[in-house]
């Protein structure tokens, strides 16, 4: 049976040595890329690491550490399929928009950040979010797509709005 809480760095470490290189090749079968491969088999067990829910005892590690890896995989999917979706934006522009890698990375790691803000949303209210703000449409336009009143619609673009624009409160602490 598994206990919640820090796990001594001696399992992280027996953990690591025993099912590193497995758990990479899984990861490449997966995602078709040794060095991305690479990567979030390392970021697994930085996560295992830095978490306080890691279990103290591991009853079946592959098990365990396909599911930690797995969503992993499923933010770099999601990161991938965000990043193309920003450049072929950039790209339909008008007049390009000459930027400094640093200023394209900062902008990535803001949408990523609120991809995922939003994603802890309940889905109706992530929708008329989305809606409002990125298809303009107005709240009664909203209201009639949806099937909801004009006040819930607001009051979902709040909640979303508190959401992305508050976030930082919850990491001062």
Not at 51 to 80: G, K, Y
Not at 94 to 112: G, M, N
Request: with cysteine; aromatic share 6%.
């Amino acid at each position: 049976m598994s206990t919640l809480g820090c796990p001594p760095p001696a399992t992280i470490e027996m953990l690591y040595s025993d099912h590193h290189g497995w758990l990479k090749g899984w990861l490449h079968r997966r995602l078709g890329n040794s060095d991305h491969a690479a990567d979030l088999a390392h970021d697994t067990f930085i996560r295992l690491l830095s978490s306080e829910r890691t279990p103290t005892v591991i009853d079946e590690p592959r098990a365990f550490l396909t599911t930690v890896a797995q969503n992993l995989v499923s933010n770099h999917w999601r990161r991938q399929k965000l990043e193309r979706a920003y450049l072929e934006a950039l790209a339909q522009a008008p007049e390009p928009v000459a930027s400094s890698p640093e200023a394209r990375a900062i902008l990535l790691e803001t949408l990523f950040e609120l991809d995922r803000l939003l994603d802890d949303l309940p889905p109706l209210a992530r929708r008329a979010f989305l809606m409002s703000q990125l298809d303009g449409q107005t709240h009664a336009q909203v209201a009639d797509a949806l099937g909801i009143s004009i006040a819930t619609v607001k009051r979902h673009i709040v909640r979303a709005l508190q959401r992305c624009c508050f976030a930082d409160l919850a990491f001062t602490g």
